[in-house]
Protein backbone atom coordinates (compact mmCIF):
# COMPACT_ATOMS: atom_id res chain seq x y z
CA UNK A 1 0.00 0.00 0.00
CA UNK A 2 1.57 3.13 -1.06
CA UNK A 3 1.96 5.32 1.95
CA UNK A 4 1.15 9.61 0.52
CA UNK A 5 3.32 12.51 0.79
CA UNK A 6 2.73 14.19 4.00
CA UNK A 7 1.81 17.71 2.72
CA UNK A 8 4.19 20.52 3.97
CA UNK A 9 1.57 22.14 6.99
CA UNK A 10 1.52 25.30 7.92
CA UNK A 11 2.63 26.28 11.14
CA UNK A 12 0.17 27.38 14.21
CA UNK A 13 -1.54 30.99 14.37
CA UNK A 14 0.41 30.96 17.71
CA UNK A 15 3.55 30.29 16.08
CA UNK A 16 3.13 32.68 12.96
CA UNK A 17 1.80 35.70 15.71
CA UNK A 18 4.97 34.87 17.76
CA UNK A 19 7.22 35.04 14.54
CA UNK A 20 5.16 38.15 13.37
CA UNK A 21 5.68 39.94 16.94
CA UNK A 22 9.33 39.03 17.20
CA UNK A 23 10.32 39.94 13.25
CA UNK A 24 8.00 43.42 14.08
CA UNK A 25 9.75 46.53 15.86
CA UNK A 26 6.55 48.34 15.62
CA UNK A 27 4.30 44.97 17.21
CA UNK A 28 6.73 45.41 20.18
CA UNK A 29 6.88 49.05 20.72
CA UNK A 30 2.63 48.32 21.08
CA UNK A 31 3.05 45.80 23.14
CA UNK A 32 5.28 47.33 25.37
CA UNK A 33 2.68 50.41 25.39
CA UNK A 34 -0.20 48.43 25.87
CA UNK A 35 1.71 46.32 28.81
CA UNK A 36 2.56 49.34 30.06
CA UNK A 37 -1.00 51.52 30.36
CA UNK A 38 -2.35 48.00 31.74
CA UNK A 39 0.12 48.08 34.40
CA UNK A 40 -0.64 51.64 35.45
CA UNK A 41 -4.21 51.22 35.05
CA UNK A 42 -3.75 48.61 37.78
CA UNK A 43 -1.97 49.53 39.95
CA UNK A 44 -3.82 53.06 40.41
CA UNK A 45 -7.17 51.57 40.41
CA UNK A 46 -5.50 48.95 42.63
CA UNK A 47 -3.82 51.51 44.84
CA UNK A 48 -6.83 53.84 45.29
CA UNK A 49 -8.83 50.86 46.28
CA UNK A 50 -6.00 49.61 48.98
CA UNK A 51 -6.10 53.71 50.00
CA UNK A 52 -9.79 53.85 50.54
CA UNK A 53 -9.88 51.15 52.10
CA UNK A 54 -7.19 51.39 54.53
CA UNK A 55 -8.44 55.10 55.19
CA UNK A 56 -12.00 54.50 55.75
CA UNK A 57 -10.99 53.47 59.27
CA UNK A 58 -10.43 56.17 60.40
CA UNK A 59 -12.89 58.65 58.38
CA UNK A 60 -16.04 57.05 57.65
CA UNK A 61 -16.46 53.96 60.26
CA UNK A 62 -17.79 56.65 63.08
CA UNK A 63 -20.06 58.49 60.71
CA UNK A 64 -21.48 55.13 59.45
CA UNK A 65 -21.90 53.86 63.18
CA UNK A 66 -23.88 57.06 64.27
CA UNK A 67 -26.02 57.08 60.91
CA UNK A 68 -27.19 53.16 62.07
CA UNK A 69 -27.57 54.02 65.11
CA UNK A 70 -30.18 56.61 64.58
CA UNK A 71 -31.69 54.48 62.00
CA UNK A 72 -32.16 51.83 64.80
CA UNK A 73 -33.28 54.59 67.09
CA UNK A 74 -35.86 55.83 64.42
CA UNK A 75 -37.24 51.75 64.06
CA UNK A 76 -37.41 50.67 67.21
CA UNK A 77 -37.58 53.34 70.04
CA UNK A 78 -36.46 52.93 73.44
CA UNK A 79 -38.20 50.40 75.16
CA UNK A 80 -40.63 49.04 72.23
CA UNK A 81 -40.71 46.72 69.42
CA UNK A 82 -39.53 47.47 66.33
CA UNK A 83 -42.03 49.09 64.05
CA UNK A 84 -41.95 47.43 60.69
CA UNK A 85 -43.87 50.51 58.91
CA UNK A 86 -41.01 53.02 59.85
CA UNK A 87 -38.73 50.27 58.62
CA UNK A 88 -40.22 50.57 55.02
CA UNK A 89 -40.60 54.20 55.04
CA UNK A 90 -36.82 54.43 55.37
CA UNK A 91 -36.35 51.64 52.67
CA UNK A 92 -38.16 53.54 50.31
CA UNK A 93 -36.67 56.79 50.95
CA UNK A 94 -33.25 55.12 51.31
CA UNK A 95 -31.42 52.77 48.81
CA UNK A 96 -30.90 50.64 51.96
CA UNK A 97 -32.33 46.88 53.14
CA UNK A 98 -33.43 46.40 56.91
CA UNK A 99 -33.56 42.75 58.16
CA UNK A 100 -35.61 42.03 61.43
CA UNK A 101 -35.05 39.36 63.53
CA UNK A 102 -36.58 38.66 67.15
CA UNK A 103 -39.37 36.84 69.26
CA UNK A 104 -42.17 39.02 68.16
CA UNK A 105 -40.96 40.51 64.70
CA UNK A 106 -39.25 38.67 62.17
CA UNK A 107 -39.74 40.79 58.79
CA UNK A 108 -37.47 41.27 56.18
CA UNK A 109 -37.70 44.47 53.40
CA UNK A 110 -36.33 42.90 50.43
CA UNK A 111 -37.01 38.91 50.82
CA UNK A 112 -36.10 38.16 47.22
CA UNK A 113 -31.95 39.31 47.54
CA UNK A 114 -29.56 37.02 48.93
CA UNK A 115 -28.41 37.89 52.84
CA UNK A 116 -24.57 39.19 53.06
CA UNK A 117 -22.53 36.42 54.07
CA UNK A 118 -22.12 38.20 57.66
CA UNK A 119 -25.80 38.22 58.09
CA UNK A 120 -25.76 34.22 57.34
CA UNK A 121 -23.35 33.76 59.53
CA UNK A 122 -24.70 35.16 62.80
CA UNK A 123 -24.01 36.32 65.77
CA UNK A 124 -20.36 36.31 67.00
CA UNK A 125 -19.71 32.36 68.54
CA UNK A 126 -22.55 31.04 66.40
CA UNK A 127 -22.71 27.80 64.94
CA UNK A 128 -20.52 27.84 61.56
CA UNK A 129 -19.83 31.37 61.36
CA UNK A 130 -16.50 32.23 60.06
CA UNK A 131 -15.36 35.44 60.29
CA UNK A 132 -12.68 35.46 57.50
CA UNK A 133 -15.77 35.78 54.74
CA UNK A 134 -16.76 38.97 56.20
CA UNK A 135 -13.78 40.42 53.88
CA UNK A 136 -10.92 42.98 55.02
CA UNK A 137 -12.99 44.45 57.69
CA UNK A 138 -13.98 41.79 60.09
CA UNK A 139 -16.24 43.49 61.98
CA UNK A 140 -19.48 44.13 59.43
CA UNK A 141 -21.65 42.83 62.04
CA UNK A 142 -20.33 45.61 64.96
CA UNK A 143 -21.33 48.29 61.96
CA UNK A 144 -24.32 47.22 60.52
CA UNK A 145 -26.41 45.14 63.12
CA UNK A 146 -27.61 46.34 65.88
CA UNK A 147 -29.71 44.64 68.83
CA UNK A 148 -32.37 45.99 70.81
CA UNK A 149 -33.64 46.04 74.34
CA UNK A 150 -36.35 43.52 73.87
CA UNK A 151 -33.74 40.60 71.85
CA UNK A 152 -34.65 42.13 68.29
CA UNK A 153 -31.68 42.50 65.80
CA UNK A 154 -31.64 44.77 63.03
CA UNK A 155 -29.19 44.62 60.17
CA UNK A 156 -28.68 46.62 57.39
CA UNK A 157 -27.19 46.29 54.18
CA UNK A 158 -27.24 48.00 50.59
CA UNK A 159 -30.29 47.57 48.18
CA UNK A 160 -28.74 46.13 45.52
CA UNK A 161 -31.82 46.67 42.95
CA UNK A 162 -31.73 50.34 43.86
CA UNK A 163 -27.97 50.80 42.09
CA UNK A 164 -28.75 50.67 38.47
CA UNK A 165 -26.58 48.45 36.35
CA UNK A 166 -24.79 49.40 33.79
CA UNK A 167 -24.45 45.84 31.58
CA UNK A 168 -22.69 48.00 28.21
CA UNK A 169 -20.42 50.09 30.48
CA UNK A 170 -18.01 46.88 30.12
CA UNK A 171 -18.37 47.13 26.53
CA UNK A 172 -18.16 50.75 26.00
CA UNK A 173 -14.81 50.67 28.48
CA UNK A 174 -13.64 48.04 26.30
CA UNK A 175 -14.16 49.52 22.72
CA UNK A 176 -12.61 53.00 23.75
CA UNK A 177 -9.32 50.68 25.07
CA UNK A 178 -9.39 49.37 21.59
CA UNK A 179 -9.91 52.35 19.87
CA UNK A 180 -7.23 54.07 21.72
CA UNK A 181 -4.85 51.10 21.10
CA UNK A 182 -5.43 51.34 17.19
CA UNK A 183 -4.71 55.08 17.26
CA UNK A 184 -1.13 54.24 19.34
CA UNK A 185 -0.83 51.67 17.00
CA UNK A 186 -1.20 53.85 13.46
CA UNK A 187 1.01 56.45 15.25
CA UNK A 188 3.80 54.22 16.20
CA UNK A 189 2.96 53.01 12.17
CA UNK A 190 3.31 56.35 10.94
CA UNK A 191 6.31 57.09 13.52
CA UNK A 192 8.20 54.50 12.17
CA UNK A 193 7.74 54.24 8.57
CA UNK A 194 10.98 56.00 7.95
CA UNK A 195 11.96 52.52 8.69
CA UNK A 196 10.60 50.75 5.47
CA UNK A 197 11.34 53.76 3.75
CA UNK A 198 15.68 53.26 4.85
CA UNK A 199 15.05 49.41 3.87
CA UNK A 200 13.85 50.00 0.35
CA UNK A 201 16.39 52.50 -0.34
CA UNK A 202 19.16 50.43 1.13
CA UNK A 203 17.69 47.40 -1.13
CA UNK A 204 18.12 49.88 -4.05
CA UNK A 205 21.57 51.02 -3.21
CA UNK A 206 22.71 47.82 -3.04
CA UNK A 207 21.28 46.60 -6.17
CA UNK A 208 22.65 49.76 -8.06
CA UNK A 209 19.98 51.66 -7.94
CA UNK A 210 20.89 55.22 -6.51
CA UNK A 211 18.92 57.65 -8.75
CA UNK A 212 15.90 57.80 -6.15
CA UNK A 213 17.59 59.11 -2.84
CA UNK A 214 15.51 58.07 0.72
CA UNK A 215 12.77 60.62 1.59
CA UNK A 216 13.42 62.69 4.82
CA UNK A 217 10.40 63.75 6.42
CA UNK A 218 10.88 67.44 7.27
CA UNK A 219 14.14 67.76 5.96
CA UNK A 220 14.87 71.53 7.91
CA UNK A 221 14.44 69.50 11.31
CA UNK A 222 14.88 65.66 10.94
CA UNK A 223 14.57 63.71 14.00
CA UNK A 224 16.98 60.59 14.56
CA UNK A 225 15.28 58.36 11.88
CA UNK A 226 15.28 61.31 9.31
CA UNK A 227 19.12 61.57 10.21
CA UNK A 228 19.88 58.30 9.63
CA UNK A 229 18.38 58.47 6.42
CA UNK A 230 20.27 61.76 5.30
CA UNK A 231 23.45 59.95 6.25
CA UNK A 232 22.35 56.79 3.95
CA UNK A 233 21.74 58.90 1.38
CA UNK A 234 25.21 60.92 1.77
CA UNK A 235 26.82 57.22 1.85
CA UNK A 236 24.91 56.27 -1.54
CA UNK A 237 25.90 59.48 -3.16
CA UNK A 238 29.72 58.89 -2.28
CA UNK A 239 29.16 55.07 -3.37
CA UNK A 240 27.58 56.50 -6.49
CA UNK A 241 30.45 58.82 -7.48
CA UNK A 242 32.96 56.12 -6.65
CA UNK A 243 31.72 53.41 -9.02
CA UNK A 244 30.95 56.11 -11.71
CA UNK A 245 34.61 56.89 -11.01
CA UNK A 246 35.28 53.69 -11.52
CA UNK A 247 33.22 53.32 -14.51
CA UNK A 248 35.29 55.89 -16.26
CA UNK A 249 38.45 54.85 -15.76
CA UNK A 250 37.71 51.30 -16.93
CA UNK A 251 36.06 52.59 -20.01
CA UNK A 252 39.40 54.89 -20.66
CA UNK A 253 42.09 52.24 -20.37
CA UNK A 254 39.92 49.99 -22.54
CA UNK A 255 39.58 52.56 -25.26
CA UNK A 256 43.29 53.42 -24.70
CA UNK A 257 44.22 49.60 -24.76
CA UNK A 258 42.87 49.04 -28.14
CA UNK A 259 44.53 50.86 -30.35
CA UNK A 260 48.30 49.21 -28.80
CA UNK A 261 46.39 45.48 -29.26
CA UNK A 262 45.50 46.34 -33.05
CA UNK A 263 49.33 47.64 -33.65
CA UNK A 264 50.76 44.73 -31.88
CA UNK A 265 48.21 41.91 -33.26
CA UNK A 266 49.20 43.84 -36.81
CA UNK A 267 53.25 43.25 -36.15
CA UNK A 268 52.43 40.00 -35.06
CA UNK A 269 50.89 39.02 -38.13
CA UNK A 270 54.12 40.66 -40.26
CA UNK A 271 56.68 38.08 -38.50
CA UNK A 272 58.33 35.10 -40.94
CA UNK A 273 56.11 32.10 -41.24
CA UNK A 274 58.86 29.58 -40.21
CA UNK A 275 59.21 26.83 -38.44
CA UNK A 276 60.86 28.50 -35.41
CA UNK A 277 58.48 31.42 -35.28
CA UNK A 278 55.57 30.22 -36.14
CA UNK A 279 54.88 28.63 -32.64
CA UNK A 280 55.40 31.49 -31.01
CA UNK A 281 53.59 34.13 -33.04
CA UNK A 282 50.15 31.87 -32.83
CA UNK A 283 50.60 31.84 -29.31
CA UNK A 284 51.10 35.12 -29.13
CA UNK A 285 47.73 35.99 -31.60
CA UNK A 286 45.96 34.01 -29.53
CA UNK A 287 46.60 36.31 -26.24
CA UNK A 288 45.96 39.71 -28.41
CA UNK A 289 42.49 38.10 -29.51
CA UNK A 290 41.35 36.77 -25.86
CA UNK A 291 42.76 40.53 -24.64
CA UNK A 292 40.69 42.37 -27.18
CA UNK A 293 37.60 39.93 -26.86
CA UNK A 294 38.05 40.53 -22.82
CA UNK A 295 38.54 44.65 -24.01
CA UNK A 296 35.29 44.00 -26.00
CA UNK A 297 33.47 42.68 -23.08
CA UNK A 298 34.58 45.22 -20.97
CA UNK A 299 33.52 47.95 -23.35
CA UNK A 300 30.17 45.94 -23.80
CA UNK A 301 29.33 45.58 -20.24
CA UNK A 302 29.92 49.07 -19.51
CA UNK A 303 26.91 49.78 -21.93
CA UNK A 304 24.74 47.66 -20.79
CA UNK A 305 25.29 48.79 -17.60
CA UNK A 306 24.65 52.51 -18.03
CA UNK A 307 21.35 54.16 -18.03
CA UNK A 308 20.80 54.48 -21.63
CA UNK A 309 21.60 51.25 -23.23
CA UNK A 310 20.02 50.99 -26.76
CA UNK A 311 18.89 47.82 -27.77
CA UNK A 312 18.62 47.04 -31.65
CA UNK A 313 15.35 44.68 -31.31
CA UNK A 314 14.25 43.31 -34.19
CA UNK A 315 11.89 40.50 -34.87
CA UNK A 316 13.68 37.13 -33.89
CA UNK A 317 13.34 33.28 -34.25
CA UNK A 318 15.29 32.47 -30.90
CA UNK A 319 15.45 28.81 -31.61
CA UNK A 320 16.68 29.44 -35.40
CA UNK A 321 19.62 32.07 -33.28
CA UNK A 322 20.77 29.40 -30.92
CA UNK A 323 20.74 26.90 -34.25
CA UNK A 324 23.46 29.34 -35.47
CA UNK A 325 25.23 30.06 -32.68
CA UNK A 326 26.02 26.33 -32.15
CA UNK A 327 27.35 25.67 -35.24
CA UNK A 328 29.48 28.44 -35.05
CA UNK A 329 30.88 27.21 -31.53
CA UNK A 330 31.54 23.51 -33.10
CA UNK A 331 33.59 24.99 -35.72
CA UNK A 332 36.09 26.34 -33.34
CA UNK A 333 35.59 23.48 -30.34
CA UNK A 334 34.17 19.64 -31.62
CA UNK A 335 32.55 19.36 -28.26
CA UNK A 336 29.86 21.54 -29.45
CA UNK A 337 28.39 19.65 -31.90
CA UNK A 338 27.04 17.22 -29.40
CA UNK A 339 25.16 20.68 -27.74
CA UNK A 340 21.69 18.93 -27.33
CA UNK A 341 18.95 21.29 -28.09
CA UNK A 342 15.41 20.98 -27.44
CA UNK A 343 12.60 24.06 -28.63
CA UNK A 344 9.23 24.13 -27.72
CA UNK A 345 7.51 23.94 -31.09
CA UNK A 346 5.93 27.11 -32.42
CA UNK A 347 7.55 29.55 -30.25
CA UNK A 348 6.80 33.10 -31.21
CA UNK A 349 8.91 35.49 -32.77
CA UNK A 350 10.06 38.26 -30.06
CA UNK A 351 11.57 41.77 -30.49
CA UNK A 352 15.06 41.20 -29.80
CA UNK A 353 18.24 42.55 -30.03
CA UNK A 354 20.06 39.58 -31.66
CA UNK A 355 23.48 41.07 -31.35
CA UNK A 356 23.23 40.75 -27.64
CA UNK A 357 21.01 37.81 -27.67
CA UNK A 358 23.96 35.89 -29.79
CA UNK A 359 26.55 37.24 -27.31
CA UNK A 360 24.10 35.35 -24.08
CA UNK A 361 23.77 32.31 -25.53
CA UNK A 362 27.64 31.71 -27.03
CA UNK A 363 28.57 33.03 -23.41
CA UNK A 364 26.20 30.16 -21.93
CA UNK A 365 27.35 27.32 -24.17
CA UNK A 366 30.46 28.20 -24.34
CA UNK A 367 31.26 28.17 -20.25
CA UNK A 368 28.84 24.69 -20.32
CA UNK A 369 31.20 23.28 -22.49
CA UNK A 370 34.13 24.69 -20.32
CA UNK A 371 33.07 22.87 -17.71
CA UNK A 372 31.72 19.88 -19.44
CA UNK A 373 34.91 18.16 -19.52
CA UNK A 374 34.82 14.08 -19.03
CA UNK A 375 31.22 15.00 -17.72
CA UNK A 376 29.39 12.12 -18.97
CA UNK A 377 26.05 13.88 -20.99
CA UNK A 378 26.86 16.86 -23.14
CA UNK A 379 25.59 20.61 -22.62
CA UNK A 380 21.99 20.89 -22.90
CA UNK A 381 19.51 23.71 -24.23
CA UNK A 382 15.83 23.93 -23.42
CA UNK A 383 14.05 26.48 -24.98
CA UNK A 384 10.32 26.92 -23.61
CA UNK A 385 7.45 29.01 -23.61
CA UNK A 386 6.38 31.08 -20.66
CA UNK A 387 2.97 30.26 -19.87
CA UNK A 388 -0.05 29.19 -22.39
CA UNK A 389 -1.03 32.76 -23.66
CA UNK A 390 3.15 33.40 -24.82
CA UNK A 391 4.02 35.88 -22.29
CA UNK A 392 7.69 35.21 -23.06
CA UNK A 393 10.27 32.40 -23.57
CA UNK A 394 12.29 31.08 -21.15
CA UNK A 395 16.06 29.70 -21.80
CA UNK A 396 17.40 27.10 -19.92
CA UNK A 397 21.37 25.79 -20.33
CA UNK A 398 22.67 23.29 -18.06
CA UNK A 399 26.10 21.30 -18.27
CA UNK A 400 26.50 17.83 -16.07
CA UNK A 401 29.93 19.43 -14.50
CA UNK A 402 31.10 19.18 -11.17
CA UNK A 403 28.74 22.32 -10.09
CA UNK A 404 29.63 25.41 -8.06
CA UNK A 405 29.73 25.76 -4.51
CA UNK A 406 26.27 26.51 -3.37
CA UNK A 407 27.77 29.36 -0.94
CA UNK A 408 29.38 31.13 -4.24
CA UNK A 409 26.03 30.87 -5.80
CA UNK A 410 25.19 34.54 -5.50
CA UNK A 411 28.17 35.65 -6.65
CA UNK A 412 28.29 33.84 -10.19
CA UNK A 413 27.19 36.52 -12.36
CA UNK A 414 29.23 39.33 -10.70
CA UNK A 415 32.05 41.14 -12.92
CA UNK A 416 35.60 39.46 -12.60
CA UNK A 417 33.85 36.65 -10.20
CA UNK A 418 35.03 32.74 -10.58
CA UNK A 419 34.45 30.45 -8.11
CA UNK A 420 37.66 28.39 -6.88
CA UNK A 421 36.99 25.29 -9.06
CA UNK A 422 37.35 27.68 -11.70
CA UNK A 423 40.17 29.27 -10.89
CA UNK A 424 42.74 28.40 -13.82
CA UNK A 425 43.19 29.44 -17.34
CA UNK A 426 41.86 26.22 -19.26
CA UNK A 427 38.35 25.99 -16.98
CA UNK A 428 37.47 29.40 -16.32
CA UNK A 429 38.11 32.86 -18.18
CA UNK A 430 37.90 36.51 -16.39
CA UNK A 431 34.57 35.96 -14.42
CA UNK A 432 32.86 38.16 -17.37
CA UNK A 433 30.82 35.63 -18.95
CA UNK A 434 27.93 35.62 -17.25
CA UNK A 435 28.45 38.89 -16.24
CA UNK A 436 27.47 39.77 -19.38
CA UNK A 437 24.78 37.15 -19.79
CA UNK A 438 22.88 38.87 -16.54
CA UNK A 439 22.97 42.47 -18.02
CA UNK A 440 22.01 41.13 -21.30
CA UNK A 441 18.87 39.45 -19.44
CA UNK A 442 18.01 42.62 -17.81
CA UNK A 443 18.65 44.79 -20.50
CA UNK A 444 15.57 42.68 -22.04
CA UNK A 445 13.09 43.49 -19.19
CA UNK A 446 14.28 39.91 -18.16
CA UNK A 447 15.34 37.58 -15.53
CA UNK A 448 18.80 35.80 -14.61
CA UNK A 449 18.93 32.74 -12.69
CA UNK A 450 21.71 29.96 -11.73
CA UNK A 451 21.22 27.03 -9.37
CA UNK A 452 23.43 23.83 -8.76
CA UNK A 453 21.02 20.82 -11.06
CA UNK A 454 23.10 18.04 -9.02
CA UNK A 455 25.46 17.13 -11.66
CA UNK A 456 25.64 20.17 -12.90
CA UNK A 457 24.74 23.76 -13.08
CA UNK A 458 22.17 25.33 -14.44
CA UNK A 459 21.51 29.06 -15.65
CA UNK A 460 17.75 29.82 -16.68
CA UNK A 461 16.96 33.49 -18.55
CA UNK A 462 13.72 34.66 -19.05
CA UNK A 463 12.93 37.44 -21.96
CA UNK A 464 9.36 38.52 -21.38
CA UNK A 465 7.02 39.36 -24.54
CA UNK A 466 7.33 43.03 -24.94
Not at 56 to 72: E, K, Q, S, T
Not at 363 to 388: K, Y
Not at 433 to 460: D, E, I, K
Request: aromatic content about 6%.
Amino acid sequence: MKVPAVSAQRPPWFRRALSALRCSLKLRLMMVFLLLALGVAFAFIGGAQKAFSVGWRDAARPLLMDYVDRLAADIAPAGSAPNTERAQAITQRLPITIDISGPLVNWRSHPEQARMDWQRNGPPGAKGRDPEDWGDDKDWQQLLQRTTADGHRLGFGLNEAAFERRPRLFGFTLTVLLLLTLLAFLYVRRLLRPLDDIRQGALRFGAGEFGQPIPVRHPKGPDELGELAATINTMGHDIHQMLEAQRALLLAISHELRSPLTRARLNTELLPDTADVTPQRDALLRDLAEMAQLISDLLESERLAGRHQALHRESTDLAELAREVIDELASAQPLAINIHLQAAQHLPTMPLDRIRIRLLLRNLLDNALRHSAGAPLPPELHIRRIGETGQGIELEVRDHGPGVPDDQLPHLAQAFFRPDTARTRNAGGVGLGLYLCRLVAQAHGGTFAVRNARPGLSVTVTLPQV
